[in-house]
């Protein structure tokens, strides 16, 4: 049996440099032990500019929750055609923390703060996700059109 495992604001700070770092801007600490596993339990740092690209999962069994730790996210939902149905502020110190994504919901998040960090956890085993289920409204990860994009639901969250 191995020891239990305290996350604290060093390993959270560590998370967040590795991000910080990344080209992608974004570092995930997985829980479980294999891809596999029938719970994906995992931290995902996120920094500012970092796109994540509006996405659905397809699989009933897909249905996510996120718990922000620490930071501001802006939340977003989807309708098929791309229209922004919801967007909310998610701010570990604010009251608004969680959310629970169905299967089947177009969404994505920003990081509006550096040092941003939630607890994501959904049905495994892991599967990237299907060419189905990438918005097709949405630029493609490092596509010409991305950073306007990302800038435009950034938008939305300034006040």
């Not at 996210?73 to 909310?88: E, H, I, P, S």
Request: neutral net charge; glycine residues 8%.
């Amino acid at each position: 049996m191995s020891a239990a495992r305290i996350i604290d604001k060093s390993f959270l700070d560590a998370l967040s440099a590795e991000a910080r770092a990344a080209p992608r801007r974004r570092k995930n600490f997985n829980f479980h032990a294999s891809e596999s596993d029938a719970c994906n339990r995992l931290l995902n740092a996120v920094e500012p500019s970092s796109y994540v690209r509006p996405h659905r999962h397809l699989d009933p069994a897909k249905d996510e929750t996120f718990v922000v730790v620490r930071g501001r996210f802006g939340f977003l939902v989807f309708d098929q055609a791309g229209r922004v149905t919801l967007a909310k502020v998610l701010d570990a110190g604010a009251g608004c923390c969680v959310v629970d994504v169905p299967h089947g919901t177009y969404h994505t998040l920003v990081a509006l703060a550096g040092g941003s960090v939630f607890f994501e956890a959904k049905g495994g085993p892991f599967v990237p996700l299907r060419e189905a289920e990438l918005a097709p409204w949405a630029p493609a990860e490092y596509s010409e059109g991305a950073g306007a994009y990302l800038a435009s639901l950034e938008r939305l969250f300034r006040e």
